[in-house]
């Protein structure tokens, strides 16, 4: 498909690139439930960026409310109003922000450690590979939440602790995954060619093991914001999340904490908590197409 | 293969009579050697523990009693002789060997918000969290199971589709707020259960109208929990079964004539079992903190809800003492898993 004349490495490099993203792509645009769940995502993202043209942020101000107290729907607020009379439907797009915001990067940090961690345990190996490791499976084996509510409350409660404290706890699984395909990469013919060829420890890595690595990192990333969300509006919920900020566990705080459950406030608990469904099973129907597609055990078709 | 000589060695205090050249006696050292292994593992992952709570709640946590006396102000000799009483005074690695020794003989020290010692504060609200997390992780892990395999076994069919996306769904429903959307609909609306505890103080004393009360109660916390945790199993039991599903052996097991229903569940259910023992153990060790969210939810006087309480006080103690409760919980889990696995599975005999 690339013509004639000498090609250079790069342009090479990049012409398989393109037919093996192209290829995926095709296998995941097979399946209906992933290309749902894009949809279903793509649409949250922009209303989500586009919160601020739709809602101004003065609608979030405790002392500019123009609602009354808990009011039902009307016509001037779809959705109703909280406890000092804020339109629940501009929190809720607000809210998408914010939860969106820390799940994404959560999940990356999680995945930028977990690879590197991985990559180096497997590649290294020996005594700093056997820590790591067991290091990591020692993260797995303890129960996230209760390890994120510890750090929460001792480290005090902001933006920036929530997302490293969800971080924490959920890098190990990536570790794992990560190491295990190092591992069968690196017993390919093609690695120990470079390495006859005076390829560094840092050239097989970055050259020729992460790109074999990525796109399993890339699907188990995907599966881990769902878990990010959940994590961040449970902490927001149980009151660990960052005070001044609107997001679908906190709105969903206060609605507990202003007895929203026996005002009979359904549409107080609804917009919120359907939001966070939402969010979590579009980003896991796009998890499992790709998967499926990556993950070479799920792919029956191609030897 | 298996050479008794080289295992005999590595594990002749547990086992003292590997030496001798009967078969039993081989097992039974390769046993020792594996639990000697996993179990060994398992304690180091407890001390782990123990040095990041001290970690945690000692060195980053700054100091208790500014926490403690927040609302009121202090004279320094008073804050000189609550410091003596916590132990504070002490150098920081004497106040480490106090905390582990104490945590050893079960000295978890004393609440701040309660008074008591968090020992029995713990072994007073555990069987509340046992009742509620037991019974839920029960009916997720039959209903999980049950529909999984059926859903695997007939892969693409539309109990298949319709139960995968109710699992999916409910999967990703936070936990908090279906337990609220609960309370909304069958409390509040509807008026069927109670709205939040475990008991009412009105019924008699006697064991079973306090049982039925009890059961009462625990219907909507135990359809929450189960509702969000069951469709894990479903889709780890399906996944599982579908990868035996064009096994040889169930060829076999077809070409002799066995019904459908009977290859099912004689030899495709059995194998596909495996992997997910070790996710009902993990669930085992979940049954101690898996509930933290639904008690809140549901105002349930167990660990969990103790848990969340001590956050705000805050009662760094208990905190403390219920971090390594829950972390422990599940590290003894993942152990009785690899310990059951050794039964279970012939392969890790052979592999050692």
């Not at chain 1, 120990?192 to 690595?213: C, D, F, S, Y």
């Not at chain 2, 594990?11 to 003292?16: F, K």
């Not at chain 2, 695997?152 to 936070?174: C, E, N």
């Not at chain 2, 459908?260 to 059995?270: F, S, T």
Request: charged share 15%; with cysteine.
């Amino acid at each position: 498909m690339t013509t004639t004349t000498p090609v250079s490495p790069r342009s090479l490099r990049w012409a398989r690139r393109r037919q093996s993203f192209t290829r995926s792509w095709n296998a995941y645009r097979s399946q209906r439930t992933g290309m749902i769940g894009l949809f279903l995502l793509a649409a949250i993202v922009i209303l989500a960026l586009a919160a601020p043209i739709l809602v101004d942020e003065s609608q979030l101000s405790v002392t500019q409310a123009t609602g009354g107290r808990m009011e039902p729907p009307s016509a001037g607020f779809p959705l109703g109003t909280d406890e000092v009379g804020r339109s629940i439907l501009a929190l809720t797009l607000w809210g998408a922000r914010l939860s969106l915001l820390i799940g994404l990067t959560a999940t990356v940090v999680a995945i930028l450690v977990g690879t590197a961690i991985g990559v180096t345990a497997g590649h290294i190996g020996g005594w700093y590979g056997w820590i790591a490791l067991r290091f990591s499976d020692w993260f797995m084996v303890l129960p996230s939440l209760v390890v994120a509510i510890a750090l929460l409350a001792v480290l005090g409660r902001s933006m920036s602790t929530t997302i490293l404290v969800i971080a924490m706890v959920s890098w190990s699984g990536t570790t794992r995954l990560v190491r295990a395909q190092t591992l069968t990469v690196q017993a390919r013919p093609y690695l120990e060619r470079a390495k006859a060829l005076g390829a560094g420890h840092w050239h097989q890595m970055t050259k020729h093991i992460l790109p074999n690595v990525l796109p399993l990192v890339l699907a188990s990333a995907t599966l881990l914001v769902p878990s990010a969300i959940l994590m961040e509006s449970s902490l927001a919920w149980l009151g660990l999340g960052d005070p001044n900020v609107v997001s679908w566990g906190s709105i969903l705080n206060r609605a507990s904490s202003n007895g929203a459950v026996s005002a009979h406030a359904w549409w107080y608990l609804l917009p919120p908590g359907l939001a966070i469904l939402l969010v979590v099973l579009a980003f896991m129907m796009c998890g499992r197409a790709l998967e499926a597609v990556f993950n070479p055990r799920l792919r029956g078709e191609q030897s | 293969m298996t050479d008794g000589s080289s295992t005999a060695d590595g594990a002749s205090t547990e086992a003292p009579s590997a030496g001798r050249s009967r078969p039993g006696g081989r097992v039974s050292s390769g046993f020792g050697r594996y639990l000697f292994k996993h179990v060994g593992g398992a304690a180091v992952s407890l001390l782990l523990v123990l040095f990041s709570s001290f970690f945690i709640f000692r060195l980053i946590a700054g100091d208790p009693i500014d926490q403690l006396t927040r609302e009121r102000p202090v004279s320094p000799e008073e804050r000189a002789a609550m410091r003596a009483e916590l132990g504070l005074d002490q150098p920081m690695w004497q106040q480490f060997w106090d905390y582990i020794t104490g945590t050893l003989t079960m000295d978890l020290g004393e609440s701040f918000q309660y008074r008591r010692p968090i020992f029995d504060l713990i072994v007073e609200r555990l069987p509340a969290t046992l009742i509620l997390s037991g019974t839920g992780m029960v009916l997720a892990v039959v209903l999980g199971f049950w529909i999984g395999t059926r859903a695997g076994w007939k892969q693409g069919t539309r109990f298949d589709k319709g139960h995968v996306a109710t699992g999916l769904l409910l999967y990703s429903a936070p936990t908090f707020w279906l337990g609220m959307i609960i309370i909304l609909v069958f409390a509040r609306y509807l008026g069927l259960f109670p709205v939040n505890g475990m008991r009412s103080p009105s019924t008699p004393p006697d064991f079973w109208s306090q049982a039925a009360d009890i059961g009462y109660h625990l219907v909507l916390p135990v359809l929450t929990y189960t509702a969000v945790v069951y469709a894990g199993y479903l889709m780890i039991m399906r996944s599982s079964l579908l990868d035996e599903i064009g096994s040889d052996y169930l060829t076999t097991a077809r070409a002799k004539g066995l019904r459908d229903d009977e290859v099912r569940r004689k030899h495709a259910v059995p194998n596909a079992l495996l992997p997910t023992v070790t996710l009902v153990f993990l669930a085992l060790g979940g049954v101690v903190n898996g509930s933290i969210v639904t008690e809140t939810v549901f105002s349930w006087p167990g660990l969990g809800s103790l848990f969340v309480q001590s956050i705000f006080y805050p009662d760094r103690p208990v905190l403390q003492a219920l971090f390594v409760l829950f972390s422990s919980s599940t590290i003894l889990a993942v152990l009785g898993a690899e310990i059951l696995y050794w039964f279970i599975d012939p392969r890790i005999r052979r592999s050692g």
